[in-house]
């Protein structure tokens, strides 16, 4: 990322989005937007791609800064790097590549879970900085209900348990809610959505990854309003709708409400910063995406 900017460049330095499908991204209009404001020779561009191996041997150019990835090549990035930060290789997945000094290694971060992360924290304590360690972030020793065991629940158990919180992983098939649960240290609890419905289980931050939810004329909900009271706070990684059923129902339950614009937004901002080396205009990110939701 600096690497492509921090010299005196003549030529546009490039970035884009890699991803199958990718046409109905945001991301290039929220990068554009952010790049122009701060008047950057670059551009970023969506690219459809099939075999991310092939095209990481193939785009080796200089110019190409960084790649935002997403689905379904964010396991075939973490592979294709050449460095990989630590949680993002615990995660096993890599949303963000980034260009390196020498101008042609690349390497992996993940921007996902850092983004819902600071999201969370904020609405847990609006004061809360936007860099916290296990023993000063509001999710410390809180028990965080991960519902999802995909590459977005993965990336939401391993952040809340960087950051010290007590994480249950509740998923409809109760396999891979115990794989991921025996994968964090320490290991967390696994249980099924029933567990969840009958209040069985309970927590402090309930957090959905899974896509229930995104499909207004279903109106569905992961979890049933009845057993929302006594969480805290609820965070919906679903951004399209906004105000989901399960956020609705929260809200009415007496609980906070973080949204999942959030978290794409501050993912956006974070590669931004690692593309660019120049802090993200994150009020206008979070305009041009709350725009396009309208
Ligand atoms: P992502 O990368 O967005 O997390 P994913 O890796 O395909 O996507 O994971 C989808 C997650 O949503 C899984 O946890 C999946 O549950 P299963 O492991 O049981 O498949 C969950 N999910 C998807 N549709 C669901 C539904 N209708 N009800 C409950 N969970 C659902």
Redesign the pocket.
């Known amino acids: 990322g600096m690497y492509g900017l921090k010299q005196q460049r003549q030529d546009t330095a490039v970035m884009g989005i890699v991803g199958n499908p990718v046409s109905h991204s945001r991301s290039p209009a929220i990068h554009n937007a952010a790049l122009q404001q701060l008047g950057l020779n670059a551009v970023y561009v969506p690219l459809l791609v099939d075999d991310m191996a092939a095209f990481l041997r193939t785009f080796t150019d200089a110019d190409w800064i960084g790649f935002s990835v997403t689905?379904p090549h964010k396991q075939a990035a973490l592979e294709g790097a050449q460095e990989v930060d630590p949680v993002a290789a615990q995660i096993g997945a890599v949303n963000t590549l980034v260009r390196q000094e020498d101008g042609l290694s690349l390497k992996g971060h993940n921007t996902d879970w850092s983004a819902a992360i600071v999201a969370i924290e904020r609405g847990l304590d609006p004061a809360a900085p936007s860099s916290t360690d296990a023993s000063s972030s509001p999710l410390a020793a809180k028990r965080v209900v991960v519902v999802?065991?995909?590459?977005?629940?993965r990336a939401l158990a391993f952040g809340a348990a960087v950051k010290g919180a007590q994480v249950v992983v509740a998923?409809?098939?109760a396999d891979?809610a115990a794989a991921l649960a025996a994968q964090l240290s320490p290991p967390a609890e696994a249980c099924s959505?029933a567990d969840l419905a009958s209040g069985a289980v309970r927590g402090d931050v309930l957090v959905n990854?899974?896509?229930?939810g995104m499909h207004p004329q279903e109106d569905?909900s992961?979890v049933p309003a009845e057993a929302l009271s006594g969480y805290q706070l609820v965070f919906d990684a679903v951004y399209t709708p906004l105000h989901t059923r399960l956020l609705k129902e929260a809200a009415a339950a007496g609980c906070k409400v973080v949204t999942g614009d959030t978290m794409f937004v501050g993912q956006a901002a974070d590669q931004f910063r690692l593309f660019t080396g120049k802090e993200a205009p994150v009020e206008l990110m979070s305009r041009v995406v709350l725009d396009s939701l309208k």
Do not use: D, M
């Open positions: 689905i999802g065991a995909g590459g977005a629940g998923n409809r098939s891979k959505l990854t899974t896509s229930v569905e992961p």
